[in-house]
């Protein structure tokens, strides 16, 4: 953090989840012995769910993007930053490679904090994923766009 920082500071954890057009499946209730009837599809096009939220408020910040790679993250950051202008943002995330590459270039009013490796259970957005995907379960969509309209609705 720039010792010249004036703005207040958010905490945001951040994380990716990828989407795709084959179906999520669920737990069902039915009659014991009875496996549970569904409508999936076994399509492989997806993007990549790009989030952040803020565990003291609960806000997010979500943006679907093709990739998840080092190309896609700036673009991700960027957008972070340019809606958070007026707060510094710390942002706590894993180890992947997208998020330590050496090309990395990090907008002004950002900071990034490593969580430990293997840790998942630290990060709070994991329950924002699991929740999404609960939201989704058993849905087909015919595009990825549809799929992408849905995901942006929940």
Avoid at 39 to 52: D, K, L, S, V
Avoid at 63 to 91: N, S, Y
Wanted: aromatic share 8%.
């Amino acid at each position: 953090m720039l010792a010249t920082n004036a703005r207040p500071v958010r905490s945001w954890s951040h994380d990716e989840s990828r989407w795709g057009l084959m179906t999520v499946r669920r737990r069902r209730i039915t009659v014991r012995g009875v496996k549970p009837v569904g409508t999936i599809q076994h399509q492989y096009a997806n993007c990549w769910c790009f989030g952040c939220v803020a565990p003291a408020t609960g806000e997010a910040d979500v943006q679907l993007l093709p990739k998840l790679d080092a190309a896609h993250m700036p673009v991700f950051l960027d957008g972070v930053a340019e809606r958070h202008q007026d707060t510094f943002t710390i942002i706590v995330l894993d180890r992947s490679g997208a998020h330590t590459a050496k090309a990395l270039r990090l907008p002004e009013n950002i900071a990034l904090i490593f969580l430990p490796a293997r840790s998942p259970e630290r990060n709070p957005i994991e329950h924002v994923w699991e929740n999404g995907r609960s939201q989704m379960a058993w849905k087909c969509f015919p595009h990825l766009e549809c799929l992408e309209d849905e995901r942006e609705a929940v």
